[in-house]
T-cell receptor, first 113, second 108 residues
């Protein structure tokens, strides 16, 4: 089944403890993105990638890192999480092209205490 | 700056009534606009995109460059339309701006 998977789905951690949220897609898509969803703020793009080793900052990149070493994987790294990074995170992938559909993962709910 | 505005956080309509979800964007070039929908306990998914000029589940959206709007419309709302709707502005290279979303409730 063509899909985007994220792990873990739920995570509670403490301030400063490094964590990684994985994202994987099996559709051979060139483009991938990370978003955070917060009440009243909608979805905001954190980082996006157009291909392997090609990444760029989105609207809210502070406090996050990404890597794209393989086409199918796009992990989101929080080196030193803080409570303001408590949010619902979505990964998405897209076939290269301006008008193509983004396929979203199921979301990862992160709580930083 | 490129931005998307959805002025209504919550919208309630009765079943069978027309519904319009507003979206305004701020961009001086030729926009790539989308509507995404998130039903309860489901993933965010594409509803429609302006370039396709399509009608999905009875919804349509017309790009009005003069008013910089891309409002989503349906003539007769159904209960299954209850969901969160996001308008999005996309750029070549995978950069996207989403609005804050409108939660639509269709009252039986």
């Amino acid at each position: 089944e063509a899909q985007v998977t994220q792990n873990p789905r739920y995570l509670i951690t403490v301030t400063g403890k490094k964590l990684t949220v994985t994202c994987s897609q099996n559709m051979n898509h060139e483009y991938m993105s990370w978003y955070r969803q917060d009440p009243g703020l909608g979805l905001r793009q954190i980082y996006y990638s157009m291909n392997v080793e090609v990444t760029d900052k989105g609207d809210v990149p502070e406090g996050y890192k990404v890597s794209r070493k393989e086409k199918r994987n796009f992990p989101l790294i929080l080196e030193s999480p803080s409570p303001n990074q408590t949010s619902l995170y979505f990964c998405a992938s897209t076939q290269r092209g301006a008008y193509n559909e983004q396929f979203f993962g199921p979301g990862t709910r992160l709580t930083v205490l | 700056a490129q931005r998307v505005t959805q002025p209504e956080k919550l919208l309630s309509v009765f079943k069978g009534a027309p519904v319009e979800l507003k979206c305004n964007y701020s961009y001086s070039g030729s926009p790539e606009l989308f509507w995404y929908v998130q039903y309860s306990r489901q993933r965010l998914q594409l509803l429609l995109r302006h370039i396709s000029r399509e009608s999905i589940k009875g919804f349509t959206a017309d790009l009005n460059k003069g008013e910089t709007s891309f409002h989503l419309k349906k003539p007769f709302a159904q209960e299954e339309d209850s969901a969160m709707y996001y308008c999005a502005l996309g750029f070549t290279g995978n950069q996207f701006y989403f609005g804050t979303g409108t939660s639509l409730t269709v009252i039986p």
